[in-house]
């Protein structure tokens, strides 16, 4: 499994952009790049995936430089609900490979007004 | 909207007493998690199913620990006897196919006293 590496903690106004950089230097040819949120005491919540180059939905975009060792989330004009942690996964989770999936600290996410 | 289902959503007993979990996933989905979250840190994986099989159990402490999906439907977590570190919220989440988001269902707040 490819171990991830991202910042403890992050600050920001309402109305600013956030951008959560994960590194993931040993990631395989095969590993998606999946990132959760999770509010206290519920269980996290899928926010995107993606194997290179960029991913946009509703919600966030994801951008995946060519080398894929690292990826970055990116959060629109955040508002206080965005107040989260937010993980970043790196795996295979395909039938064959019955990936784990595999959650480290994530990154506290923390917008005031 | 489908959703995993868990009960009991919170849950306080004695140390070296019996306590279940259980979890429901949604229909149709094959792969099982049971995580522990204890509060600040990420989600640690204690086992994983595909159908009735499990997969990965490494991280479980099967002196203590047992799981179980006999149906490859609905799935129980025991823990006999609680110790006053196993309090924590353990979560369940289902997955359906190759690298879809994982669904995650409410916690069991577990306190042992």
């Known amino acids: 499994l490819a171990k991830t590496t991202q910042p403890i903690s992050m600050d920001s106004y309402e109305g600013q952009e956030v951008n959560i950089t994960c590194s993931h230097n040993?990631?395989?040819?095969?590993?998606?790049i999946t990132w959760y949120q999770q509010f206290p005491s519920q269980g996290p919540r899928f926010i995107i995936q993606g194997y290179k180059t960029k991913v946009t939905n509703e919600v966030a975009s994801l951008f995946i430089p060519a080398d894929r060792k690292s990826s970055t989330l990116s959060l629109p004009r955040v508002s206080l609900s965005d107040t989260a942690v937010y993980y970043c996964l790196v795996g295979d989770w395909t039938t064959d490979s019955w990936g784990k999936l595999q959650f480290g600290a994530g990154t506290q996410v923390v917008v005031t007004p | 909207e489908a959703e995993v289902a868990q009960s009991p959503r919170y849950k306080i007993t004695e140390k070296s007493q019996a306590v279940a979990f259980w979890c429901d996933p949604i229909s149709g989905h094959a792969t099982l998690y049971w995580y522990r979250q204890i509060l600040g840190q990420g989600p640690e994986l204690l086992v994983q199913?595909?159908?009735?099989?499990?997969?990965?159990d490494s991280q479980l402490p099967k002196d203590r620990f047992s799981a179980e999906r006999l149906k490859g439907v609905d799935s129980t977590l025991k823990i006999q006897p609680a110790e006053l570190g196993d309090s924590a919220m353990y979560l369940c989440?289902?997955?359906?196919?190759?690298?879809?988001?994982?669904?995650f269902g409410q916690g069991t707040r577990l306190t042992v006293v």
């Open positions: 040993n990631i395989a040819t095969n590993d998606y």
């Open positions: 989440a289902s997955i359906k196919g190759e690298n879809t988001e994982a669904f």
């Open positions: 199913f595909q159908d009735e099989s499990v997969v990965d």
